[in-house]
């Protein structure tokens, strides 16, 4: 367990994470390149969820006296962040591929917030809320893809 308590540990918790909030903008951001028009108006949406994300963070940071930054160690932040190759060549592949990253979130999501929750400080508890609705998003934005692929022929 990281502790939260610290605002220099916190703040640095958060750009992680807003690291990789970028690294999702960057797999939506191309929406209009897909020939699927489902797949087009979905990639926006998601698109438009981790912009709310970044927004959110950046706007976490700052009201913690932070300045957000993407922590950026050059190379595929999402594959170094979470330890995945990314090699997409065909729509499967980038779905199951999304899949992946949306349901790593999730978890990286989940083990943040049970951090934040189990210090008692209403500070955390307030920034445990918040990150909960991204937890969320990246979940259903995960069970989405998954559905999505099984349709695919």
Do not use: C
């Not at 020939?35 to 709310?52: A, L, N, Q, S």
Request: hydrophobic share 40%; no cysteine; aromatic share 8%.
């Amino acid at each position: 367990m990281i502790s939260l308590v610290d605002d220099r540990k916190l703040i640095g918790e958060l750009n992680k994470i807003l690291t990789l909030e970028h690294g999702h903008l960057g797999m939506y951001e191309n929406y209009p390149d897909y020939k699927d028009k489902d797949i087009r108006r979905t990639f926006r949406r998601f698109m438009e969820i981790e912009i709310e994300h970044i927004n959110k963070l950046k706007n976490t940071i700052r009201n913690l006296g932070g300045k957000p930054f993407a922590i950026v160690e050059g190379g595929n932040i999402i594959g170094r962040m979470l330890g995945i190759t990314i090699q997409v060549s065909d729509i499967k592949n980038t779905l199951g591929s999304y899949s992946l990253i949306e349901k790593k979130s999730f978890e990286g999501y989940s083990k943040f917030v049970l951090d934040l929750e189990e210090d008692a400080e209403k500070r955390n508890q307030f920034i445990a809320e918040i990150a909960v609705s991204n937890m969320l998003e990246a979940d259903l934005m995960h069970l989405w893809l998954k559905d999505k692929l099984k349709t695919m022929r």
